[in-house]
């Protein structure tokens, strides 16, 4: 089956804590993307990758960091830096960037303890 | 600052009737728009895609755009309680700086039995 995997469903970060969040596609998609939602809100882009070994940052990439490695992952970190991290957490991907569709993964729901 | 705008509803509707989600967005050279379906703690999935003015039809949903008017809206014919959810808009451009989709909050409907 084709698709976007994203884990764990749900993360628990303690406080001074740095956690990853794990996403992958078999989609064979160029363009991968993370984006912070909370509730009643939209979607926020966090950061997103073209290519692999490039990125950059979306309008709220203060206290995470990423990494793309290969073209099926990219993983996202969230930083001791970001002080208010509890929001669910979806990965996106699509063909290419620009006007390209974008699927989304299951999400990973964020929690502080 | 590109802004997507949509009625954060409510918007409850009787079951069988057609219900009118509607989307506004700032950025004129937008060129690509989207509807996405998120149910409550799910992540969104892809419902229409236009890129043209005019209409497009695709089973029970049929999404209108006017750019000129910079406006594109989602209609559901025979609403179905299954259609209770909330729909994002997204909007993208082309070209350089570009790459990003847009969401708006989303409008939350509620098909009444």
């Known amino acids: 089956d084709g698709g976007i995997t994203q884990s764990p469903k749900y993360l628990f970060r303690k406080e001074g804590q740095n956690v990853t969040l794990s996403c992958e596609q078999n989609?064979?998609?160029?363009?991968m993307y993370w984006y912070r939602q909370d509730p009643g809100q939209g979607l926020r882009l966090i950061y997103y990758?073209?290519?692999?070994?490039?990125?950059q940052k979306g309008d709220i990439a203060e206290g995470y960091s990423v990494s793309r490695e290969k073209k099926e992952s990219f993983p996202l970190t969230v930083t001791s830096a970001q002080k208010n991290p509890t929001a669910f957490y979806l990965c996106a991907s699509s063909f290419a960037g620009g006007a390209e569709t974008q699927y989304f993964g299951p999400g990973t729901r964020l929690l502080v303890l | 600052q590109k802004e997507v705008e949509q009625n954060s509803g409510p918007l409850s509707v009787p079951e069988g009737a057609i219900a009118s989600l509607n989307c506004t967005y700032s950025d004129r050279g937008s060129q690509s728009f989207f509807w996405y379906r998120q149910y409550s703690g799910k992540s969104p999935e892809l419902i229409m895609s236009i890129y043209s003015n005019g209409d497009k039809e695709d089973g029970r949903f049929t999404a209108q755009l006017n750019k000129a008017s910079q406006y594109v809206s989602l209609l559901i014919r025979d609403s179905q309680p299954s259609d209770s959810a909330t729909y994002l808009c997204?909007?993208?451009?082309w070209g350089f700086g570009n790459e990003k989709l847009t969401f708006g909050t989303g409008t939350r409907l509620t098909i009444i039995p």
């Open positions: 997204a909007v993208n451009g």
């Open positions: 990758s073209q290519i692999v070994n490039d990125f």
């Open positions: 989609l064979n998609h160029d363009a």
